[in-house]
């Protein structure tokens, strides 16, 4: 045989190992490694430079980009004296349990000097979610993007963007906040709030000192634009609106949804919304503001400021435009009230899932177990020879079904996988509250919360549906509450007071949306349907940082199914010890 047909024999030989590799990777994922190092960076933000936990020295940290079907693989070393643990927020986890992140719940922290290799494969999944630690208070720098694409040469289920770009919002204090959460707890007072909030790591122009770090988005005339907007702000809810430009809503934490237009998003911390933004026509000689600012009902004080990134277009290039050097005129955007509990509502009922036949929406038809949890705020005594800061020299607390979760002192998913739960948690919690009261009226005498490290545990594949009420107790207030591991539908929400003979006839069966993080409603309720389907222990907590660290918080632990694909794998050999 001639070199010229061997060659050619080559190269048909290697075309078509390239081509069941491209059909391979369509269907199977390939594997995706990053490396994350725990370090300290100096940053200045408000005229003020303080030194902020980062990965690999970036603020926000770096995005992780990966497929539908990947595997992803990051490789953390902390290189700081905190305890660290980092969660990968919203990414289903099935049966990787021991890569889901949550401090004392799937793992022990990773220690000074230690490192730990997150191993996921991301199934079933494509849109915009986020990282974050999830130990402390140490999310206030310690996040970033994760961006999942479709599977190659599938489209997204809207008109394609030219440029995709994320917007994470965050909030930023000018002190230390492992101290601020740290005397908090000590004093049992509320926690200074924050300083500013920030747009991409940036808090904007509308603070002292600050114009220079403010975000730019650079647009062309008559160009779509995905952005991907992250709330990874601690404790506050945010409204977010661009100045004379209409928003697409297509996307809420990772799953599509049926496309609605708006000039204004809500978004809780832990959501994630996907919206498309189509440039104007023609350069409109101005600038436009990005604004967000927050969403807040409760009691306590609220950080009431906006941060600001500025939306620019390309200028036309032509050198006799003699517009050129005139200062162009900066548009505000108006954005709800503080309070604007009617738009939250409103908002929030516009989401819908596509419920094609592509990606339709499997809501549990039957339901294998009702629970009912009342979310809300309480008080703990004050220990004996100490003052408290808490109403009337009390503790702040808050609890689900009046159960203030204890955080064990060794992961629940180990004492679980090892059969050693003595001593560590019970599997008592209370399946509905324990006191009946007028959960959204005249608050009972008693507001003290009991405390304990209790579990539901959950059979394989057990389809739950859970209603959250919140409670008037100290105060209504929203609460964005996430579960890990899972997705669930949102069926339905009311307020006032949860009535089981009356509402279950309004729930939406059809085309709910699905997400991992919903807002129950100030003074209102949320029912919500999920398939245990996912073996582990999985945290479920308040999405705002204080509540969380006040006991807002319980685990699910579902058991292993009879197949060998039902069941959790054993840990990894180097998770971390406590």
Same mark, same amino acid.
């Given at each position: 045989?001639? $070199?010229?047909?061997?060659?050619?024999?080559?190269?048909?030989?290697?075309?078509?190992?390239?081509?069941?590799?491209?059909?391979?990777?369509?269907?199977?994922?390939?594997?995706?490694?990053?490396?994350?190092?725990?370090?300290?960076?100096?940053?200045?933000?408000?005229?003020?430079?303080?030194?902020?936990?980062?990965?690999?020295?970036?603020?926000?940290?770096?995005?992780?980009?990966?497929?539908? %079907?990947?595997?992803?693989?990051?490789?953390?070393?902390?290189?700081?004296?905190?305890?660290?643990?980092?969660?990968?927020?919203?990414?289903?986890?099935?049966?990787?349990?021991w890569?889901?992140?949550?401090?004392?719940?799937?793992?022990?922290?990773?220690?000074?000097?230690?490192?730990?290799?997150?191993?996921?494969?991301?199934?079933?999944?494509?849109?915009?979610?986020?990282?974050?630690?999830?130990?402390?208070?140490?999310?206030?720098?310690?996040?970033?993007?994760?961006?999942?694409l479709? +599977?190659?040469?599938?489209?997204?289920?809207?008109? !394609?963007?030219?440029?995709?770009?994320?917007?994470?919002?965050?909030?930023?204090?000018?002190a230390?906040?492992?101290?601020?959460?740290?005397?908090?707890?000590?004093?049992?007072?509320?926690?200074?709030?924050?300083?500013?909030?920030?747009?991409?790591?940036?808090?904007?122009?509308?603070?002292?000192?600050?114009?220079?770090?403010?975000?730019?988005?650079?647009?062309?005339?008559?160009?779509?634009?995905?952005?991907?907007?992250?709330?990874?702000?601690?404790?506050?809810?945010?409204?977010?609106?661009?100045?004379?430009?209409?928003?697409?809503?297509?996307?809420?934490?990772?799953v599509?949804?049926?496309?609605?237009?708006?000039?204004?998003?809500?978004?809780?911390?832990?959501?994630?919304?996907?919206?498309?933004?189509?440039? /104007?026509?023609?350069?409109?000689?101005?600038?436009?503001?990005?604004?967000?600012?927050?969403?807040?009902?409760?009691?306590?004080?609220?950080?009431?400021?906006?941060?600001?990134?500025?939306?620019?277009?390309?200028?036309?290039? !032509?050198? $006799?435009?003699?517009?050129?050097?005139i +200062?162009?005129?900066?548009?505000?955007?108006?954005?709800?009230?503080?309070?604007?509990?009617?738009?939250?509502?409103?908002?929030?009922?516009?989401?819908?899932?596509?419920?094609?036949?592509?990606?339709?929406?499997?809501?549990? +038809?039957?339901?294998?177990?009702?629970?009912f949890?009342?979310?809300?705020?309480?008080?703990?005594?004050?220990?004996?020879?100490?003052?408290?800061?808490?109403?009337?020299?009390?503790?702040?607390?808050?609890?689900?079904n009046?159960?203030?979760?204890?955080?064990? &002192?060794?992961?629940?998913?180990?004492?679980?996988f090892? %059969?050693?739960?003595?001593?560590?948690?019970?599997?008592?919690?209370?399946?509905?509250?324990?006191?009946?009261?007028?959960?959204?009226?005249?608050?009972?005498?008693?507001?003290?919360?009991?405390?304990?490290?209790?579990?539901?545990?959950?059979?394989?594949?057990? !389809?739950?549906?859970?209603?959250?009420?919140?409670?008037?107790?100290?105060?209504?207030?929203?609460?964005?509450?996430?579960?890990? %591991?899972? &997705?669930?539908?949102?069926?339905?929400?009311?307020?006032?007071?949860?009535?089981? $003979?009356?509402?279950?006839? +309004?729930?939406?069966?059809?085309?709910?949306?699905?997400?991992?993080?919903?807002?129950?409603?100030? %003074?209102?309720?949320?029912?919500?349907?999920?398939?245990?389907?996912?073996?582990g222990?999985?945290?479920?907590h308040?999405?705002?940082?204080?509540?969380?660290?006040w006991?807002? /918080?319980?685990?699910?632990?579902?058991?292993d199914?009879?197949?060998?694909?039902?069941?959790?794998?054993?840990?990894?050999?180097?998770?971390?010890?406590?």
């Amino acid at each position: 045989m001639g $070199s010229c047909a061997l060659k050619a024999l080559f190269f048909l030989a290697s075309a078509f190992l390239v081509l069941t590799e491209v059909a391979l990777a369509k269907h199977a994922g390939i594997t995706r490694h990053y490396t994350f190092d725990i370090k300290l960076k100096n940053v200045t933000r408000l005229c003020q430079t303080k030194s902020i936990l980062t990965v690999n020295g970036k603020f926000p940290g770096p995005r992780i980009v990966a497929r539908e %079907g990947d595997t992803v693989l990051v490789k953390v070393a902390n290189h700081v004296k905190n305890n660290v643990t980092l969660h990968w927020h919203g990414v289903r986890q099935l049966r990787s349990g021991w890569a889901d992140g949550p401090a004392y719940i799937t793992q022990c922290p990773i220690q000074t000097g230690q490192t730990y290799v997150y191993n996921f494969t991301i199934t079933g999944q494509r849109g915009t979610l986020f990282w974050h630690a999830h130990i402390s208070w140490l999310r206030a720098t310690l996040y970033g993007p994760i961006v999942i694409l479709p +599977k190659r040469g599938v489209p997204y289920p809207f008109p !394609s963007p030219n440029e995709e770009v994320p917007i994470i919002f965050g909030e930023w204090w000018k002190a230390d906040t492992e101290t601020i959460i740290n005397q908090a707890l000590q004093n049992g007072g509320a926690p200074n709030i924050s300083d500013a909030f920030t747009i991409n790591g940036l808090p904007g122009p509308l603070y002292n000192c600050s114009a220079k770090d403010t975000f730019k988005l650079k647009v062309k005339p008559g160009k779509t634009y995905l952005l991907r907007l992250i709330n990874a702000a601690l404790n506050d809810e945010l409204f977010f609106s661009i100045a004379n430009h209409t928003l697409t809503v297509v996307s809420a934490d990772a799953v599509y949804v049926k496309p609605f237009k708006t000039d204004t998003v809500l978004i809780t911390p832990g959501q994630t919304t996907s919206v498309l933004l189509k440039a /104007k026509p023609h350069f409109p000689n101005a600038t436009f503001l990005m604004s967000a600012r927050p969403y807040a009902t409760g009691p306590g004080a609220v950080d009431n400021s906006t941060t600001a990134a500025i939306l620019e277009y390309h200028q036309p290039s !032509s050198t $006799s435009n003699p517009k050129r050097n005139i +200062k162009l005129a900066l548009l505000k955007p108006t954005l709800p009230k503080l309070n604007d509990t009617s738009f939250a509502a409103s908002f929030s009922k516009k989401l819908r899932s596509l419920a094609n036949a592509k990606f339709p929406a499997n809501v549990p +038809k039957k339901v294998d177990r009702r629970l009912f949890f009342t979310v809300g705020l309480g008080l703990n005594p004050c220990p004996q020879n100490q003052t408290c800061q808490g109403p009337n020299n009390t503790k702040r607390a808050a609890s689900i079904n009046n159960v203030s979760f204890v955080q064990p &002192n060794t992961a629940l998913l180990q004492a679980h996988f090892s %059969g050693q739960s003595k001593g560590v948690y019970t599997t008592d919690f209370p399946a509905n509250p324990l006191v009946k009261f007028n959960y959204t009226g005249t608050p009972p005498s008693d507001i003290f919360v009991n405390s304990g490290t209790k579990v539901v545990v959950l059979p394989f594949n057990t !389809s739950v549906e859970l209603v959250m009420q919140d409670t008037s107790i100290i105060g209504a207030e929203s609460h964005p509450l996430h579960l890990h %591991g899972f &997705n669930f539908f949102v069926l339905g929400q009311g307020f006032g007071n949860y009535n089981s $003979s009356t509402d279950p006839s +309004k729930f939406n069966l059809v085309d709910p949306v699905e997400r991992n993080t919903v807002g129950v409603p100030s %003074g209102g309720w949320v029912a919500i349907r999920f398939l245990a389907d996912n073996p582990g222990v999985w945290f479920m907590h308040c999405h705002l940082e204080v509540h969380t660290s006040w006991g807002l /918080k319980m685990a699910w632990i579902v058991m292993d199914g009879k197949g060998r694909r039902q069941k959790l794998p054993p840990p990894p050999s180097d998770l971390p010890k406590c």
